[in-house]
């Protein structure tokens, strides 16, 4: 009897903590055509596109809050122009994020970037963590092109961008 | 007038203060003389991009130096050049900037570290793993005025 008593008090605690934790969805956010610039005059190297983005997580779940997030990766990244010499300035895309109570992570790649495109992937990082910049209230994306020569006008893209959140119920 | 008078202060104090952290903003060479690396500020924190190197090509592939020895495989591709090493430093008065990182692409490794400018040319980058003693301290010269 003991004994009996003593495993449905296991499995009762058991069965309190797995309540406690709820259940855990992922859903897809994602930011549609941001518009990356940096400002001219720009030079042959590394230059910096920014933007940033008002975190909306009533977009994943109304009412969701950030406390509720347990992961945050990137999935998608896409880069686009309209600019009839498409990236055939550029030698390379690195892209970052960062918030202001958080560290800027490296979260996406394409080197080297092919000419003719006006529309490329990039590819992901499959281990950064973003949790910490979700739960923020505004995000800066920061994409690094490699400039081949220099440029006096503005540098301006498009940026189609998706995240795999888990969160809390 | 008093809560103008205040105001103002308060304004005059923000500004004098974001002018002391801006110092930071500029392109300056480690001690080895193998790279430059330019301080800009995103947001409200200063992060440091290696803008140019001794060596800029692999001896091997005779191909741009990639960060090879990233804890990330899928991030190996990341060229060297244009590479952050600096992430994440918030100014904390007193010509110091607190609560970054500095990564080695030498090892794939990344540190704590602390940044105290001596004088308007020269910074002390203080790169440490766990407490501050334990660490290494790499000075830095300023290459261009301004910002």
């Known amino acids: 009897m003991t004994l009996n008593m003593k495993n449905l008090s296991v499995v009762c605690i058991a069965l309190m903590l797995f309540c406690a934790c709820g259940t855990e969805s992922k859903k897809t956010y994602l930011i549609k055509d941001a518009v990356l610039t940096a400002e001219g005059p720009l030079f042959d190297g590394p230059n910096t596109l920014q933007t940033t983005h008002r975190i909306d997580l009533s977009f994943i779940e109304p009412g969701l809050s950030p406390d509720q997030i347990t992961g945050v990766k990137i999935t998608k990244a896409t880069i686009s122009t309209d600019d009839s010499v498409g990236f055939d300035q550029i030698r390379n895309f690195v892209l970052q994020l960062t918030a202001a109570d958080a560290k800027m992570e490296k979260i996406a790649v394409l080197n080297p970037v092919q000419k003719g495109l006006k529309t490329v992937d990039l590819s992901v990082s499959s281990e950064g963590e973003l949790k910490d910049n979700f739960t923020q209230k505004e995000i800066i994306l920061i994409l690094d092109g490699d400039l081949i020569g220099d440029k006096e006008d503005n540098l301006s893209y498009k940026g189609n961008f998706e995240f795999e959140i888990t969160y809390k119920k | ?147």
Request: charged share 25%.
């Open chain 2, 1 to 147: 007038m008093k809560t103008i008078i205040i105001s103002c202060a308060l304004w005059l104090v923000h500004m004098v203060g974001s002018a002391q952290a801006d110092q930071l903003l500029g392109v300056w060479e480690p001690s080895n003389g193998k790279a430059r690396v330019k301080i800009e500020k995103i947001g409200e924190k200063y992060y440091g991009k290696i803008v140019w190197l001794k060596e800029p090509n692999d001896p091997k592939t005779g191909q741009p130096k990639l960060d090879k020895n990233n804890p990330d495989a899928s991030l190996r591709s990341v060229p060297l050049k244009g590479y952050r090493m600096l992430k994440d430093f918030k100014f904390s008065g007193n010509n110091q900037w607190e609560n970054g990182t500095i990564y080695d692409p030498e090892n794939g490794s990344t540190y704590k570290c602390i940044i105290k400018m001596t004088d308007s040319n020269t910074l002390d980058i203080r790169g440490y793993i766990g407490v501050e003693a334990l660490g290494r301290t790499d000075v830095w010269k300023r290459l261009k005025t301004g910002k």
